[in-house]
């Protein structure tokens, strides 16, 4: 992976920004995507009132929108503008990877405060992009865009207030393979792929660092080791698309949901369309080095796959490189019993969903 | 079409409104568009990570999306709730319409603040809709896509601290028959729909009513006659998307365009992606009755089509029950001559792009 910058430790210098308008960034923003390269499965992309995509026979397509507002989703003041653009994708095509579906295209609708939509000078003859709150954005987003064949295939610009930013993936899977969170049943085993809590851990980092330069402390916060681990973790997330094709190919899940809200929200919701109910044992967590249980349990943004699969389904310990590892059951839903139950050395307790929800 | 509230003939009534989390507005807006009933091209809608959409063999996808942001595209204190959610999905439709494309689904991202986000109790036990302005914005949204058979299939809600809204239309098409702004050629006749105008001049009277209001003058404005009419232009766009099926479906438009930004605008757009340039007939304009020349050239917002054909095409005087007017013919691009030539009894000028551009 490209080296790309953490919190605290962007350049400094300010290089003078001018002020464009809607239609020259919109050319700008054109030509990056051109140079990208063309798709099979777009026809037509940026330029057009829509942009035109098309799917194999016996195809469906999977859509999800996903919007990022400053202040709620992210920090202007202590994200990199690459990890903002990064984690506006990832969030989308993790939905892709929960439906294991294959992304066909991404769609973007991008409001701005005009200080934020300035361009700077090319950085080369070569590049049409600048160095620019923007174009470092699209920096991010676009960099995972090429690592998941995905492209950038249409959306919108508008002045806004604030930042906002709605994302648009459009994914194919073929008709009745895709994973749906309504598909558990008793008697499922439940897995998680790669370990958890460890963006919860790297989000309590970065608001240290954000308090630490905003009080002028000495020093500012250690990043090496495990930290940086769980920084990078909670800034540039890596959404796990081909462990939810490899699922969705083989039949091996019975039902999935991605872990956006955290494990305690997300798994309540699989339970919810499924109508059954799920034991966790917490000792089996695959808690990520530098987080905690808690975080783990509670902590969102991870963009693992949770997934269930029949009791008799012998998965390996890794897909496509990413672990998994079984972390419970689903049980029959019953009055007596919370949705979702932990299990610990300790005992027996309710696992209370306790991931964001706005306007709670 | 039902009988919708005009700007500032609101009741000012205010009902008692409570505030609930996000996982109850979407069991509501679910329960909404499940009421609605189902859709043969929405084979999953709203409740798992995406929404499942087929379209039939030999079709192509069309998808587009738009940002209105409040302040920028509406106003919270001048526009009905209601006419919000027109607006906002008459800005997807109306590009399928440009495509010619037939509406398979549409999303929406919403952000909101709090107070706009409240509930207010049932109209009725058979309703799950309250009278808060969330539940009206819905009202408007979903009126319009009942009419146009458009299922709401998916979506996201946040809170911001202003409103935002990102819609997101998915529409079929026969691979290779869409509508798009590059057919053009010297020689084809120009078109459009409807008449040109009545939205900047309703918009021109919704602000003389805010002036009024804010001002606490006696009186009010005058909302008979034309300006009622102009008034609706605004408030409630009805998009093209009949017309735009018709011409694809018989092949009669070689390019075509909707009229967002005003017709100075976009048909500068349809030229800038066909390589041509454009004369417009000022005499041959069908300026809505109440706008003025002016308002038909440079105002947006009029939703109409805008089309080129060759020159041996015969059109019906109208199709699907809209008006069709022939108003310039393509010619050859040159340094020599502006993009978009108007031609008046006083002569020719060149037509000068004003429409809204965000960040100029």
Do not use: H, I, N
């Given at each position: 992976m490209e080296r790309r910058p953490l919190a605290?430790?962007?350049?400094?210098q300010r290089r003078p920004v001018e002020r464009v308008g809607e239609l020259a960034l919109l050319a700008r923003i054109r030509a990056r995507v051109t140079a990208a390269g063309s798709s099979p499965s777009v026809r037509l992309g940026i330029g057009d009132d829509c942009a035109l995509v098309s799917v194999k026979p016996g195809e469906e397509v999977a859509v999800t929108t996903d919007f990022s507002i400053a202040g709620r989703h992210f920090e202007i003041a202590w994200h990199p503008p690459e990890a903002i653009g990064q984690r506006v994708l990832a969030r989308g095509l993790s939905d892709l990877a929960a439906m294991g579906a294959r992304p066909l295209a991404a769609f973007l609708s991008l409001g701005l405060p005009k200080e934020l939509a300035g361009s700077s000078k090319?950085?080369?003859?070569?590049?049409?992009?600048?160095?620019?709150w923007i174009d470092r954005f699209y920096d991010g987003l676009l960099a995972l865009a090429a690592e998941f064949h995905t492209p950038l295939a249409g959306g919108d610009l508008a002045e806004s207030p604030i930042a906002a930013a709605d994302i648009v993936l459009l994914g194919a899977v073929p008709a009745g393979k895709a994973l749906l969170r309504s598909g558990a049943r008793p008697g499922d085993a439940i897995y998680v792929t790669g370990s958890l809590g460890g963006a919860a851990a790297g989000l309590e980092i970065l608001r240290e660092l954000a308090r630490v330069r905003k009080g002028s402390r000495a020093g500012g916060a250690n990043t090496r080791g495990n930290m940086k681990e769980t920084l990078y973790r909670h800034l540039y997330p890596q959404p796990r698309v081909k462990q939810g094709l490899w699922l969705a190919k083989r039949g091996f899940a019975a039902a999935a949901i991605d872990l956006s809200d955290g494990l305690s929200t997300d798994l309540a919701h699989l339970c919810d369309e499924s109508g059954v109910a799920a034991e966790v044992d917490g000792g089996a967590l695959p808690v990520t080095?530098?987080?905690t249980l808690e975080q783990a349990i509670h902590?969102?943004?991870?963009y693992e796959l949770l997934f269930t699969a029949r009791p008799n389904t012998h998965l390996p310990r890794k897909i496509a490189g990413v672990a998994v590892t079984r972390i419970g059951q689903v049980v029959k839903r019953s009055?007596?019993?919370?949705i979702v139950t932990l299990i610990t050395a300790e005992g027996r307790q309710a696992l209370e969903a306790q991931g964001w929800e706005h306007f709670a």
């Open positions: 605290g430790q962007e350049s400094t090319p950085r080369s003859a070569k590049s049409p992009a600048g160095t620019s080095a530098g987080a902590g969102g943004e991870d009055a007596k019993q919370p």
